[in-house]
């Protein structure tokens, strides 16, 4: 639900949630929708959720999140500054190759286009159109007519003002108007422009024999929190409702009945006399 990009589409998923539990639409309705939903925070996202930011943060925590705090801080920007520097090279190889706009952006594009070939478009004027949608989207909604503003970077479905990109409609539209859609993609999607993102590095670290005189109060560790070398570490995390959705039972792998494994199965046959 946290996808739909309009406000006809959040509608529709909201009362598809009203059918399953009203309970949980009440909980979600506590929640300002501006916060959590594409429909409502004005293209602010560009397209990114929650989710998005959390996962490209854990690339650069993957294996490292259990040091000690200073590694931990020196792997973090060590790891930062050497996918800065990766993700540049690999910008500033898609420039070379001539291509205008990121692969993201074309990939978008391209599933667009092919959705357009479909759309029957009715034209009112040079700016506005009724674009309807001749096969099932597959975007968790039913197919339906939507109206297309040009000028005022409008389609009802949402997706042009909230992705700042042509949706499958507007391509529809300009297809049919014998337009170019290409001047309604964002600049922001140009590689020259992604490129100049990484225009800036990271510094890199000198030795600690360049350091200046630490002048401030010096830090021992407990020994009491020492960490014990042998067997799994114990996981201190907060635990909270997510750990407990849709957390399966364990059987056991013999019987698949519970409260036992295979190792004590009750049900094993006993060696033959």
Known sequence: ???APSEPSFKYWRNELRKE??????????IPKEKWTQAYDGGRRWGHM????????????????????TALVKATYSKTAALFGTRGMDAMAVLASGQVYSVPCQKRITD???KAQSHVVTRHDRQRFAVEETEDPH???PKDTFKVHLE???????????????????IAACFHAHLDY?????????VANVCRVYEHTFEVV?????????????????????????GRPKKSRIRTEMDEFGKKERLCGLCRMLDHNRNNCPNVAGPSS
Not at 21 to 30: C, F, I, R, Y
Request: positive net charge.
């Open 50 to 69: 929650t989710s998005n930011l959390v996962e490209a943060m854990n690339a650069v925590y993957k294996e490292i999140r259990s040091l000690p705090i």
């Open 152 to 170: 005022e970077k409008w389609c009802d479905c949402g997706k042009f003002q909230a992705l700042h990109l042509p949706c499958s409609h507007v």
């Open 1 to 3: 639900m946290g996808y």
């Open 112 to 114: 667009a286009m092919t």
């Open 182 to 190: 290409q001047v309604y993609i964002d600049d922001v999607f140009k």
């Open 21 to 30: 539990s009203v309970e949980a639409l009440n909980w979600v309705d506590k």
């Open 139 to 141: 975007e968790g909604r």
């Open 206 to 230: 000198q030795g600690q024999m360049y350091w200046p005189t630490y002048q401030g109060p010096k830090l021992f560790p407990r020994p009491d929190m020492k960490r014990v070398k042998k």
